[in-house]
Nanobody
Framework: QVQLVESGGGSVQAGGSLELSCAAS????????MGWFRQVPEKEREWVADISMGVENTNYADSVKGRFTLSQDNAKKTVYLQMNSLKPEDTAMYYC???????????????????WGQGTQVTVSS
């Protein structure tokens, strides 16, 4: 059974930092692709970033490039999203997602990721 366990999130003032983590287990992929999406009420879920586990291959949405950094601990099957210089528009529910590197598309789609975490709230106040 695939499990994605998210942690981190919370409330911070603009300009501050937060780190999210996502630990994966039970997945069937030889090369997993782990990513983060975010969603605000009444809007579509938006791709933020992803990383190919076991290789240093990261991708970021333009809106977070230069501010967010995705890293991995392959032994722990965990990814970390370090979010710096946070803005109020970064406020959203953040979801960890898992798919197969070999099934990815560009631009990324929700359908590229078969498994999802429960979500963790990030709130940035001005």
């Amino acid at each position: 059974q695939v499990q994605l366990v998210e942690s981190g999130g919370g409330s911070v003032q603009a300009g501050g930092s937060l780190e999210l983590s996502c630990a994966a287990s039970g997945y069937p992929y030889s090369r997993p692709l782990m990513g983060w999406f975010r969603q605000v009420p009444e809007k579509e879920r938006e791709w933020v970033a992803d990383i190919s586990m076991g290789v240093e291959n990261t991708n970021y949405a333009d809106s977070v490039k230069g501010r967010f950094t995705l890293s991995q601990d392959n032994a722990k099957k965990t990814v970390y999203l370090q979010m710096n210089s946070l803005k109020p528009e970064d406020t959203a529910m953040y979801y960890c997602a898992l798919g197969s590197y070999f099934s990815r598309s560009w631009p990324r789609r929700l359908a590229d990721f078969a498994y999802w975490g429960q979500g963790t709230q990030v709130t940035v106040s001005s």
